[in-house]
């Protein structure tokens, strides 16, 4: 089933430009293959995903069904203050997973 | 046809290079002289490539070139690895390949002229050839992975060509402490011998269950799947439970730095420290391949499946692990066939005459435990400028096999090893 993975550095200094990664499991099923049989398989995906550190959302993407499975995002951010950075995948058939990560800003 | 028993290193070597003087000044008329047939490599597909030129067409000219007087063979080496075996059951020579007809030259080879079909060799003299046959086998790519160059391949062993590197990841093994992790490093397609790395892990497994019960290991993966992935890991759960964790690409597990000075191993999600540390970097085709021109941007040789020859180079044949072969892995058993099948397209080609399509078989054995052996089979035939899996044909071990069916496929794993080795070098 959909499990996370997630970088995020554990401490920082203010104003720090950080690298963040994250990894969601999914088979990213493009919806234009068919089966021995000749059935459509219907599409898959995850369409979207948000990062919100402290409750704003700094990172936003939108996904197709030219990704891969399992789709990989990394992507930079500057380390502001202390707090939590919350992730989440939305996609087809209800698909909505969560993760979060503290950082402690010096 | 007159075949030497024994031929000294000396002789041979001054009957090499008066064949290379008297070709140096030989006229350029085929018609008169017989063909010459280069092959770079002394591999399992370079020693069967000679052998199979001069047993289809006895008058050839053919000249086996090799970097070393030895050959290591890589199949069966994990069991060097893992304390069941001697480094010297992997040992070849070339006295045989000698007697049959073979001038047999020591040397490197270092330039290729496709143009005036010329090969430089490190020693200054230079061979001339009608067809080239080359099978360079890999390169290790000491640029693909941070951390991970030629100096840290002597503190974190790939033991991807056999010889020190096998002999020096035994040694790590010995000397880890009960209670050690030894990780092994797994990179993404392709890579020689699709099902190395797991057979590895079995058998380290193995040795430290039976020598360090508390010691794990760990497979950091670049990929999400294996070879004869579901009968590895239920014969892991059967022998090894609890002692293996393969940490697939989508868990977290492509490596992307090393640091050899404190064996760590760092990947997108976590940083393992461990006590031995296998790191089997990404491949390309062996050196030689590029400087002759018939690699393309992956690294790799694409080539005419009929015939074996480079798609970018005429008259310049690839075999072996450093070819593109579409369906068939890189295995010593596919480049023995691929080796005979390029043999005949050339015995073919020089006749004037059109190679017919060719079908070719690997099989790939593992084994898990020294008693224990599974296998994948297939059957290839060109097309669309690969070879391709014929549907229905090979397959792999039954999933649910009793264990006297895994001790008899550990039999025939020893067979095949035994007589490709009497049939390349023996």
């Not at chain 2, 992997?90 to 090969?119: C, L, N, S, W």
């Not at chain 2, 890999?138 to 002999?167: C, N, V």
Request: a neutral charge.
């Amino acid at each position: 089933m959909a499990s996370a993975l997630i970088n995020v550095p554990a401490t920082a200094r203010r104003g720090d430009i950080i690298e963040i990664k994250t990894l969601m499991s999914h088979i990213m099923e493009t919806g234009f293959r068919h089966t021995v049989t000749g059935e459509a398989i219907p599409r898959n995906i995850i369409t979207n995903f948000t990062c919100r550190y402290n409750g704003d959302e700094v990172f936003r993407a939108d996904l197709f069904p030219a990704f891969s499975a399992n789709p990989f995002i990394s992507f930079f951010t500057v380390a502001t203050e202390s707090g939590k950075f919350e992730f989440q995948w939305i996609g087809d058939n209800g698909f909505q997973e969560t993760a979060s990560a503290s950082i402690t800003v010096t | 046809m007159t075949h030497k028993n024994h031929t000294s290193r000396r002789e041979f070597l001054r009957t090499a290079a008066a064949a290379t003087a008297s070709l140096a000044l030989a006229s350029p008329s085929l018609a008169q002289s017989p063909a010459r047939v280069v092959v770079i490599g002394g591999g399992f597909g370079g020693a069967s490539c000679a052998r199979a030129l001069r047993q289809l067409d006895p008058s050839l000219d053919v000249t086996l070139v090799t970097a070393d007087r030895q050959y290591v063979a890589c199949p069966f080496s994990n069991e060097v690895i893992a304390g069941d075996r001697a480094i010297e059951a992997q040992q070849f020579t070339y006295e045989k390949t000698a007697a049959a007809g073979i001038k047999v030259v020591v040397q490197m080879a270092q330039t290729i002229d496709p143009q005036a079909r010329t090969i430089g060799l490190a020693d200054g003299s230079t061979l001339r050839y009608d067809r080239l046959v080359l099978s360079p086998g890999i390169d290790l790519r000491f640029d693909a992975l941070a951390g991970y160059d030629e100096a840290a391949a002597s503190r974190m062993p790939h033991a991807w060509k056999a010889g020190e590197q096998t002999l020096l990841l035994r040694r790590q093994l010995e000397a880890m402490d009960d209670g050690g992790v030894v990780a092994i490093v797994v990179p993404a397609n392709p890579f020689r011998c699709p099902p190395g790395p797991y057979e590895r892990a079995s058998l380290i497994a193995h040795y430290l269950k039976t020598r360090k019960p508390r010691a794990k290991l760990i497979i950091l993966d670049s990929k999400d799947a294996f070879s004869k992935q579901r009968l590895f890991q239920a014969a892991w759960q059967e022998l090894y439970p609890g002692l293996i964790e393969w940490v697939a690409l989508s868990q977290g597990g492509k490596v992307t730095s090393v640091d050899p000075a404190t064996n760590t191993l760092v990947t997108d999600f976590a940083t393992h420290h461990v006590q031995v540390a296998n790191v089997i970097p990404p491949q390309r085709a062996g050196r030689i391949a590029e400087i002759a021109g018939v690699t393309d941007k992956s690294g790799w040789c694409p080539i005419n499946p009929v015939s074996l020859e480079s798609t970018q180079v005429p008259n310049i044949h690839v075999i072996g692990d450093a070819c593109i072969a579409g369906a068939m892995p890189k295995s010593a058993f596919s480049a023995n066939a691929q080796a005979k099948t390029c043999a005949g397209a050339i015995v073919a080609l020089l006749a004037g005459a059109t190679p017919t399509s060719p079908k070719l078989i690997n099989t790939c054995y593992s084994l898990v435990a020294p008693d224990y052996g599974i296998s994948i089979a297939g059957v290839y035939q060109p097309r669309n400028g690969l070879f391709a899996d014929i549907e229905g044909a090979g397959g792999t071990s039954p999933l649910d096999a009793p264990r006297d069916v895994r001790a008899r496929e550990a039999i025939y794993a020893r067979s095949w090893f035994e007589t490709i080795g009497a049939e390349v070098f023996g």
